[in-house]
């Protein structure tokens, strides 16, 4: 099936820096997700993007994260500064404009994020 | 307050036994969406189920909805090893909105 590539698969960081997670969403994909997940316990809901903009984003999508799509290929979430409480793994998804309000979301692996 | 929640909160069967997992939600829907997550992956959808639908299949798949009550449920029957998740419900409550995840309900389906 489709496939949503994240890089790297971890990445260590010391609290403060500036980090990248990015995303390669399936290429005829028009929507783009990030989620939240703490180890054990549930995804949580960042922020989604459509046609350069951010459309929802939920309270955890902090004033230190922002997304974009620069070259029309990668779906990045950069953090800057990072926390402690950043600590956790990042999920991407893509989704193709769906009719009737029902849309499969496509996700990739994950980026583990651990903040020191 | 979680807008869907799976349960029960974990459960285990044996391979070939069958396996039933519910979900309850608090809003009104479009569709509602079952993934599975298995462990160190992303979640993979397994059935997306309309507002207007009751029932759907996928294979050994099988979601009910019940708009009345709020209330879904996932069985998969013949159960192997690679079934072992969290298997999550998603409510979609409107065009691209953001999909809500609950805690899951974790099935480990032992040999």
């Known amino acids: 099936g489709p496939k949503v590539l994240q890089i790297p698969s971890h990445q260590i960081i010391d609290m403060g820096q500036m980090v990248t997670l990015n995303c390669d969403p399936v290429?005829?994909?028009?929507?783009f997700y990030w989620y939240k997940q703490i180890l054990g316990q549930q995804m949580e809901f960042l922020v989604n993007f459509y046609n350069g903009k951010v459309m929802e984003k939920s309270k955890l999508f902090k004033d230190q994260f922002s997304v974009e799509r620069p070259d029309g290929s990668y779906f990045t979430l950069k953090i800057q500064p990072t926390a402690l409480e950043d600590s956790a793994v990042y999920f991407c998804a893509s989704s193709l404009i769906g009719g009737n309000g029902a849309e499969t979301l496509y996700f990739g692996s994950g980026t583990r994020l651990t903040v020191l | 307050s979680q807008l869907a929640e799976e349960n029960p909160w974990a459960l285990s069967v044996h391979e070939g036994e069958s396996v039933t997992v519910n979900c309850s939600y608090k809003?009104?829907?479009?569709?509602l969406q079952w993934y599975r997550q298995k462990s160190g992956e992303g979640p993979a959808q397994l059935i997306l189920i309309r507002s207007n639908e009751r029932e759907k299949r996928n294979g050994r798949l099988r979601a009910t909805l019940d708009t009345s009550s709020q209330s879904s449920s996932l069985s998969i029957t013949a159960t192997r090893c690679e079934d072992t998740a969290v298997y999550f419900c998603?409510?979609?409550?409107?065009?691209?909105?953001?999909?809500?995840f609950g805690s899951g309900t974790k099935v480990i389906v032992l040999p």
């Open positions: 998603a409510p979609q409550t409107g065009f691209a909105s953001a999909l809500t």
């Open positions: 809003t009104s829907i479009t569709a």
């Open positions: 290429s005829n994909h028009l929507y």
